[in-house]
């Protein structure tokens, strides 16, 4: 027993920060994209290039998040591209029926929000109510919400009002507005991360039944979780309408599985009980970054794909071996 | 194959599948007359060969538990579909270079998934998740330059048309893949030892089973399998297209699934899969041929599927 | 009137059968010891007091009254606290997350209040200022901890429920002298208080120190209760082991021809790994070498370093005259070594799948098979389930169909069918009935008789005094007596154990 102390005492300082700061290693990746993504393209580190690059990845950054929370439980939500093209059409279609105005624009976000919200219901009963297996139960609600969102708009291209996309592509006071965004979500996740929901939520994906002997309302919990998913995948929605200016049922479809693996990228454990909303966040900058790079670097268009593939598999396992030698 | 109440208990969810089969052909064919029509009947038996062939590389890499699942196997299909088309560009003569480069590439895909996995421990989802964007990225390289690529006419012939005893070669080639997978699981070493990792790893580590080697060959015999039905997909489609392998990366699981084989492994069988196969099709199929629109087909497929996974054992209670 | 009171409370778990009839009785400031053998159903007890595990059948009365404990929230409710031996704690979670996370202090409605969680958590570590080793603080990661340091977080979480009613199963397992003390000092005070608590130890020191009452349980059925100052160990455990003597093998002790005439089969030198150092051990042709001491001393260790199971830093295996290197246990099969965990849920039995399945890994491994005829395995299997009077249906019927103790001998029948040069026990009996023990001793000592060499940990001493040729007792993770001949008694092997524990 005293050999393990000494063990312990001579881990390195390096480690315990990793330990304690899962996603230093995704920021190390980052940084170094950022670097090379000067070099091949100067102008794309320069304010209007980051701006671009939050606008094009703010959407994913918080599909990302919403992923997150669900997996600090040690569950996995496959819908979540789907509740984002739900509420997607949602909004366009409300704000074009109820008039471009300002205040019904907020009305629409507001039924926006609602609907990943009762997303987010659904999905947490299936897979904590009636305790299905999660990668297929939210494979079917997937279905399901995709479904919604073509009886919504039945085909892609029904444009947003002017004031909606204009306000997320301006700027305030010199700023774009999407690093307000960026502020008010940093804001919003700070307080989440202080919040008793994200430490038992951490506390049942670590050991469930050890979470429920300990007397946690296991099942509640984790339909919370799917709830914050649901919310924050409608949060992600707004800012693909901001960005794509129109509507379209099936346009996170494609997001679900990057949204995964901007997770593991951050750091954070699939198996749950361990991460960070921040690697979350630089994970789906990565993988942003990787495609920018890719384009910059003058790879032929044919093989770009692939270039982006490998680069984001490699960095995945990287992620993964990484985290688990901080861990142990 | 070994009797009494082994039989019984692989066989419940296989039961459940069936009977399940049977009544949404009855309801077809209220529905609408003709439905469970033989010639119907074989076109369905011929779309849930193509996802039953994939299906069966998912068995085995779920069966070998710890968290065993494939999430690249739409890729393969895709790309041996690309492969294949290519190489026969519609003539007779490619079809043994097309079998054997498309086997060897899903073999390969699969080798490097089950390294990943084994060697480097990194969970499956993550690992085949990213060989999925490389594989997707691989096809755009290779669909560069060639047209699109025809398949050779016996291959078309082949998986449309009846080839012995009126049944289409895809069928006879279905049922080789059920036997095989059979004999694999029930007569082999490699088979018991498969149920053993599944089942208790750890035990199956402390009783001398070669675990990584076993589980490498399982990823292997998923990407072998995908890419087979890659070949078959491209004889039955005629001409290959981007992505076509995309639409049988979650269904294949969830075949498994219905089939009897839970997520976590270690039982379950392949029967059971080709009975979740055809009903995965059927349930599809019936939903085409009702008259609603492709939002209300979607939404009554999805809430079908739940209502099917209730079915399928629930997770056990924190209460025991 | 009783604080808790428990009539006829039962549970299955399937075919097995926890629990047939737990009876229970506690008053209020009273330090209540549970002790019965492993898998006697004290476990299950606890649970379902706990309201972790649903029982099928009887009542619990809590001041009289009876109530249903449909959850671990509603036992908070009822005021009911418990340790769990298998311990509950979020590994990524710090020590004051953990000590408090059934009830975490908030502010402004869903915010997590960290200085009162601090300050609460701190209220119970200061509880074991002093002893509980470097590196504790609230703010420590539990997964960096030791194993005694996990285990006050337990007991510090334990006590946080400040529940009247306190349960805890097996507190003590890895706790050192002064921290066992430190925690009868808050358990003294915790009675003094009025609380009533539940204590299960297997440690009979322990429980004569701490305990007022004591009740005893055997396969699952209350046997009696009675006063601390009424007994001694040596009528407790009388009821522990019930008619276990008539059944138990002969107590012949085993001939004591000097093994030092024997040709030596197995050489262990210098061995050392995590929980061990420096151990160095013949084993002769058809001798029964026996592992003793007190429960994880690296007894277990040792043997799975051996069998290849668990690395090594430093020594070498000398087997048959060939020095071996058993990189993993496929390495160890192959070379003639055989291992046998106690633990069969996780490291013996796959299961769900037939027993002729469970009987031949090792077979297919020695001959390299490829094919599994099941008729041609059947013929193989048979002698080996047979030797060991294995009560089965078929062998095609799943192996959960089996009770533990014909569930151990499919396990251990695997190794008969290529029959190994050394065999490892490690605990082999834990938790199977009498008579599969017995069945088991009388083939070790066969196998034994016909030459093999056998090395046999064994946390029961009566197994260890009636077996083995020679007894090694392990104490801190390296052997502090070798026992032979006459030397072999209950009061040496008890001695040596605790001699610097």
């Given at each position: 027993?005293?050999?393990?102390?000494?063990?312990?005492?001579a881990?390195?300082?390096?480690?315990?920060?990793v330990e304690?700061?899962?996603?230093l290693?995704?920021?190390?990746?980052?940084?170094?994209?950022?670097?090379?993504?000067?070099?091949?393209?100067?102008?794309?580190v320069?304010?209007v290039g980051?701006?671009g690059?939050?606008?094009?990845?703010?959407?994913?950054?918080?599909l990302?998040?919403?992923?997150?929370?669900?997996?600090f439980?040690?569950?996995?939500?496959?819908?979540a591209?789907?509740?984002?093209?739900?509420?997607?059409?949602?909004i366009?279609?409300?704000?074009?029926?109820?008039?471009g105005?300002?205040?019904?624009?907020?009305?629409?976000?507001?039924?926006?929000?609602?609907?990943?919200f009762?997303?987010?219901?659904i999905?947490?009963?299936?897979?904590?109510?009636?305790?299905?297996q999660?990668?297929?139960?939210?494979?079917?609600?997937s279905?399901?919400?995709?479904?919604?969102?073509?009886?919504?708009?039945?085909?892609?291209?029904?444009?947003?009002?002017?004031?909606?996309?204009?306000?997320?592509?301006g700027?305030f006071?010199?700023v774009?507005?999407?690093?307000?965004?960026v502020a008010?979500?940093?804001t919003?996740?700070y307080?989440?991360?202080?919040?008793?929901?994200?430490?038992?939520l951490?506390?049942?994906?670590d050991d469930?039944?050890?979470?429920f002997?300990?007397g946690?309302?296991?099942?509640a919990?984790?339909?919370?979780?799917y709830v914050?998913c649901?919310?924050?995948?409608?949060?992600?929605?707004?800012?693909?309408?901001?960005?794509?200016?129109?509507?379209?049922?099936?346009?996170g479809?494609?997001?679900?599985?990057?949204?995964?693996a901007a997770?593991?990228?951050?750091?954070?454990?699939?198996?749950?009980?361990?991460?960070?909303v921040?690697?979350?966040?630089?994970?789906?900058?990565?993988i942003g970054?990787?495609?920018?790079?890719?384009?910059?670097?003058?790879?032929?268009?044919?093989?770009?794909?692939?270039?982006?593939?490998?680069?984001?598999?490699?960095?995945?396992?990287?992620?993964?071996?990484i985290g688990?030698?901080?861990?142990? | 194959?070994?009797?009494g109440?082994?039989?019984?208990?692989?066989?419940q969810?296989?039961?459940?599948a069936?009977?399940?089969?049977?009544?949404?052909?009855?309801?077809?064919?209220?529905?609408?007359?003709g439905?469970?029509?033989g010639?119907?009947?074989?076109?369905?038996?011929?779309?849930?060969?193509?996802?039953?062939?994939?299906?069966?590389g998912?068995?085995?890499?779920?069966?070998?538990?710890?968290?065993?699942?494939d999430?690249?196997?739409g890729g393969?299909v895709?790309?041996?579909?690309?492969?294949?088309?290519?190489?026969?560009?519609?003539?007779?003569a490619?079809i043994?270079?097309?079998?054997l480069?498309?086997v060897?590439?899903?073999?390969l895909?699969?080798?490097?998934?089950?390294?990943?996995?084994?060697?480097?421990r990194?969970?499956p989802?993550v690992?085949t998740?990213g060989?999925?964007?490389?594989?997707q990225?691989?096809?755009v390289?290779?669909?560069?330059?060639?047209?699109s690529?025809?398949?050779?006419?016996?291959?078309?012939?082949?998986?449309?048309?009846?080839?012995?005893?009126g049944?289409?070669?895809?069928?006879?080639?279905w049922i080789?893949?059920?036997?095989?997978?059979a004999?694999?699981?029930?007569r082999?070493v490699?088979?018991?030892?498969?149920?053993?990792?599944?089942?208790?790893?750890?035990?199956?580590?402390?009783?001398?089973?070669p675990?990584?080697?076993?589980?490498?060959?399982?990823?292997?015999?998923?990407?072998?399998?995908?890419?087979?039905?890659?070949?078959?997909?491209?004889?039955?489609?005629g001409?290959?297209?981007?992505?076509?392998?995309?639409q049988y990366?979650?269904?294949s699981?969830i075949?498994?699934v219905f089939?009897?084989?839970?997520l976590?492994?270690?039982?379950?069988?392949?029967?059971g899969?080709?009975?979740?196969a055809?009903?995965?099709?059927?349930?599809?199929?019936?939903?085409?041929?009702?008259n609603?629109?492709?939002?209300?087909?979607?939404?009554?497929?999805?809430?079908?599927?739940l209502?099917?996974?209730?079915f399928?054992g629930?997770?056990?209670?924190?209460?025991? | 009137?009783s604080?808790?009171?428990?009539?006829g409370?039962?549970?299955?778990?399937?075919?097995t059968?926890?629990?047939?009839?737990g009876?229970?009785?506690?008053?209020?400031g009273e330090?209540?010891?549970?002790?019965g053998?492993?898998g006697?159903?004290?476990?299950?007890?606890?649970k379902i007091?706990?309201?972790?595990?649903?029982p099928?059948?009887?009542?619990?009365?809590?001041?009289?009254?009876?109530?249903d404990v449909?959850?671990?929230r509603?036992?908070?409710a009822?005021?009911?606290?418990?340790?769990?031996q298998?311990?509950?704690?979020?590994?990524?979670?710090?020590?004051?997350?953990?000590?408090?996370?059934?009830?975490l202090?908030?502010?402004?409605?869903?915010?997590?209040?960290r200085?009162?969680?601090?300050?609460?958590?701190?209220?119970?570590?200061?509880?074991?200022?002093?002893?509980a080793?470097?590196?504790?603080?609230?703010?420590?990661?539990?997964?960096?901890?030791?194993?005694d340091?996990?285990?006050?977080?337990?007991?510090?979480?334990?006590?946080?429920?400040?529940?009247?009613?306190l349960?805890?199963?097996?507190?003590?397992?890895a706790?050192?002298?002064?921290?066992?003390e430190?925690?009868?000092?808050?358990?003294?005070?915790?009675k003094?208080e009025?609380?009533?608590?539940v204590?299960?130890?297997?440690?009979?020191?322990?429980?004569?120190?701490?305990?007022?009452?004591?009740?005893?349980?055997r396969?699952?059925?209350?046997?009696?209760?009675?006063?601390?100052?009424?007994?001694?160990?040596?009528s407790?455990?009388?009821?522990?082991?019930?008619?276990?003597?008539?059944?138990?093998?002969?107590?012949?002790?085993?001939?004591t021809?000097?093994?030092?005439?024997?040709?030596?089969?197995?050489?262990v030198?210098?061995?050392?790994?995590?929980?061990?150092?420096?151990?160095?051990?013949?084993v002769?042709?058809?001798?029964i070498?026996?592992?003793?001491?007190?429960?994880?001393?690296g007894?277990?260790?040792?043997?799975?370093?051996?069998?290849g199971?668990s690395?090594?830093?430093?020594g070498e295996?000398?087997?048959?005259g060939?020095?071996?290197?058993?990189?993993?246990?496929?390495?160890?099969i192959r070379?003639?070594?055989?291992?046998?965990?106690?633990?069969?849920g996780?490291e013996?039995?796959?299961?769900g799948?037939?027993?002729?399945?469970?009987?031949?890994?090792?077979?297919?491994?020695?001959?390299?098979?490829?094919l599994?005829?099941?008729?041609?395995?059947?013929?193989?299997?048979?002698?080996?389930?047979?030797a060991?009077?294995?009560?089965?249906?078929?062998?095609?019927?799943?192996?959960?169909?089996l009770?533990?103790?014909?569930?151990q001998?499919?396990?251990?029948?695997?190794?008969?069918?290529?029959?190994?040069?050394?065999l490892?026990?490690?605990?082999?009996?834990?938790?199977?009935?009498?008579?599969?023990?017995?069945?088991?001793f009388?083939l070790?000592?066969?196998?034994?008789?016909?030459?093999?060499?056998?090395?046999l940990?064994?946390?029961e001493?009566?197994e260890?005094?009636?077996?083995?040729d020679?007894?090694?007792?392990?104490?801190?993770?390296?052997?502090?007596?070798?026992?032979?001949?006459?030397?072999?008694?209950r009061?040496?092997l008890?001695?040596?154990?605790y001699e610097?524990?």
């Amino acid at each position: 027993m005293t050999t393990a102390a000494t063990q312990q005492s001579a881990g390195s300082g390096l480690k315990r920060l990793v330990e304690r700061y899962p996603f230093l290693p995704a920021l190390a990746i980052l940084v170094v994209l950022l670097a090379l993504n000067g070099i091949y393209q100067p102008r794309s580190v320069s304010l209007v290039g980051i701006t671009g690059l939050v606008k094009t990845y703010l959407a994913l950054m918080l599909l990302a998040v919403a992923q997150t929370y669900v997996v600090f439980a040690g569950d996995i939500d496959l819908s979540a591209g789907a509740i984002v093209s739900l509420v997607n059409v949602v909004i366009i279609v409300l704000m074009e029926q109820w008039g471009g105005g300002p205040f019904m624009v907020l009305a629409a976000m507001g039924v926006g929000i609602l609907a990943g919200f009762a997303c987010g219901i659904i999905n947490g009963f299936v897979v904590a109510g009636l305790r299905l297996q999660a990668i297929v139960a939210t494979f079917a609600t997937s279905i399901f919400f995709t479904g919604l969102a073509l009886y919504v708009l039945p085909v892609a291209g029904m444009p947003a009002p002017a004031a909606f996309w204009r306000t997320y592509g301006g700027r305030f006071f010199e700023v774009p507005f999407v690093f307000y965004a960026v502020a008010v979500l940093a804001t919003v996740l700070y307080l989440l991360a202080c919040t008793r929901l994200v430490t038992r939520l951490l506390a049942v994906g670590d050991d469930a039944q050890a979470a429920f002997q300990s007397g946690l309302p296991v099942t509640a919990i984790r339909i919370r979780g799917y709830v914050l998913c649901g919310l924050f995948a409608a949060l992600a929605a707004f800012c693909i309408t901001g960005d794509t200016a129109s509507g379209d049922p099936l346009v996170g479809g494609k997001m679900t599985l990057f949204s995964v693996a901007a997770v593991v990228l951050g750091g954070t454990a699939l198996s749950g009980g361990f991460g960070t909303v921040v690697g979350s966040l630089i994970g789906a900058l990565i993988i942003g970054l990787i495609n920018s790079l890719v384009y910059f670097m003058g790879v032929p268009s044919q093989w770009q794909n692939l270039v982006q593939g490998v680069a984001i598999l490699l960095a995945l396992m990287a992620g993964v071996m990484i985290g688990r030698r901080a861990r142990r | 194959m070994t009797g009494g109440p082994a039989l019984a208990f692989i066989r419940q969810p296989l039961v459940v599948a069936l009977v399940l089969i049977l009544a949404l052909l009855l309801l077809g064919e209220i529905l609408s007359p003709g439905f469970a029509s033989g010639r119907q009947i074989l076109r369905l038996l011929i779309v849930a060969a193509l996802l039953g062939i994939v299906a069966a590389g998912q068995n085995l890499v779920i069966l070998g538990g710890r968290e065993g699942i494939d999430l690249s196997v739409g890729g393969v299909v895709s790309l041996s579909a690309l492969i294949a088309g290519n190489l026969m560009s519609g003539s007779d003569a490619g079809i043994p270079l097309a079998i054997l480069a498309c086997v060897a590439t899903g073999a390969l895909f699969g080798i490097l998934n089950g390294l990943g996995i084994t060697l480097l421990r990194i969970p499956p989802l993550v690992m085949t998740l990213g060989m999925l964007g490389v594989l997707q990225g691989l096809l755009v390289v290779v669909r560069q330059g060639i047209p699109s690529g025809r398949a050779a006419p016996s291959l078309s012939q082949f998986v449309t048309q009846p080839f012995l005893f009126g049944l289409p070669g895809i069928i006879w080639l279905w049922i080789a893949v059920g036997l095989l997978m059979a004999f694999l699981l029930q007569r082999t070493v490699f088979g018991h030892r498969i149920y053993a990792i599944g089942s208790n790893e750890r035990a199956a580590f402390m009783a001398g089973v070669p675990i990584r080697t076993v589980r490498v060959s399982l990823f292997a015999l998923s990407g072998v399998f995908a890419a087979i039905a890659g070949i078959c997909l491209l004889g039955y489609s005629g001409s290959s297209f981007a992505n076509v392998g995309e639409q049988y990366m979650l269904p294949s699981i969830i075949a498994v699934v219905f089939g009897g084989t839970p997520l976590a492994g270690g039982k379950g069988g392949y029967t059971g899969t080709m009975a979740g196969a055809v009903l995965l099709v059927v349930l599809q199929s019936i939903l085409t041929t009702i008259n609603i629109d492709e939002s209300g087909r979607q939404m009554v497929f999805g809430a079908t599927l739940l209502v099917l996974m209730l079915f399928y054992g629930r997770g056990r209670a924190m209460r025991a | 009137m009783s604080k808790l009171k428990l009539i006829g409370v039962s549970k299955a778990y399937g075919a097995t059968q926890a629990l047939r009839r737990g009876d229970l009785e506690i008053e209020s400031g009273e330090v209540h010891v549970l002790i019965g053998s492993n898998g006697s159903g004290k476990s299950t007890l606890c649970k379902i007091v706990a309201g972790s595990v649903r029982p099928d059948g009887g009542e619990v009365l809590l001041d009289g009254k009876p109530v249903d404990v449909s959850g671990p929230r509603a036992a908070r409710a009822l005021g009911i606290g418990i340790f769990y031996q298998e311990l509950s704690l979020a590994a990524h979670r710090t020590v004051a997350e953990n000590i408090c996370l059934a009830d975490l202090p908030m502010k402004a409605g869903i915010f997590i209040d960290r200085e009162a969680l601090t300050e609460r958590a701190q209220h119970y570590i200061a509880l074991f200022d002093g002893v509980a080793g470097d590196g504790f603080s609230a703010a420590t990661v539990v997964e960096g901890l030791r194993a005694d340091q996990r285990q006050l977080v337990e007991i510090m979480k334990a006590l946080a429920s400040e529940a009247p009613v306190l349960i805890f199963d097996e507190p003590t397992s890895a706790l050192d002298r002064a921290q066992v003390e430190r925690f009868f000092d808050i358990l003294r005070r915790l009675k003094s208080e009025g609380r009533s608590i539940v204590f299960i130890s297997h440690r009979m020191d322990e429980i004569f120190a701490i305990g007022d009452r004591v009740t005893v349980i055997r396969d699952g059925e209350t046997v009696a209760t009675s006063a601390i100052a009424a007994t001694d160990s040596a009528s407790v455990i009388r009821l522990m082991v019930g008619n276990e003597d008539e059944l138990a093998p002969p107590t012949e002790a085993p001939a004591t021809s000097s093994p030092a005439s024997r040709d030596t089969l197995l050489s262990v030198r210098g061995f050392s790994g995590k929980g061990f150092a420096n151990i160095s051990f013949d084993v002769a042709r058809g001798e029964i070498v026996g592992f003793g001491g007190l429960h994880g001393q690296g007894q277990s260790s040792v043997l799975r370093a051996i069998f290849g199971a668990s690395p090594v830093t430093s020594g070498e295996i000398v087997l048959d005259g060939r020095t071996i290197t058993t990189g993993n246990p496929r390495a160890a099969i192959r070379n003639g070594l055989a291992y046998v965990s106690g633990d069969r849920g996780r490291e013996g039995i796959i299961q769900g799948r037939p027993i002729l399945e469970n009987l031949m890994p090792i077979h297919y491994l020695r001959d390299r098979l490829l094919l599994a005829s099941p008729a041609s395995l059947r013929e193989k299997a048979k002698p080996a389930v047979e030797a060991l009077h294995t009560k089965f249906a078929g062998f095609s019927h799943p192996i959960n169909s089996l009770s533990g103790g014909n569930q151990q001998k499919i396990v251990i029948a695997r190794w008969l069918i290529d029959r190994p040069d050394v065999l490892l026990l490690d605990d082999p009996t834990k938790g199977i009935d009498l008579s599969a023990k017995a069945d088991l001793f009388t083939l070790i000592r066969k196998l034994a008789k016909e030459g093999m060499g056998i090395v046999l940990y064994s946390s029961e001493d009566a197994e260890l005094l009636n077996n083995a040729d020679r007894i090694l007792v392990f104490n801190g993770g390296s052997v502090s007596r070798d026992l032979t001949g006459s030397e072999r008694t209950r009061y040496n092997l008890y001695q040596a154990a605790y001699e610097a524990a």
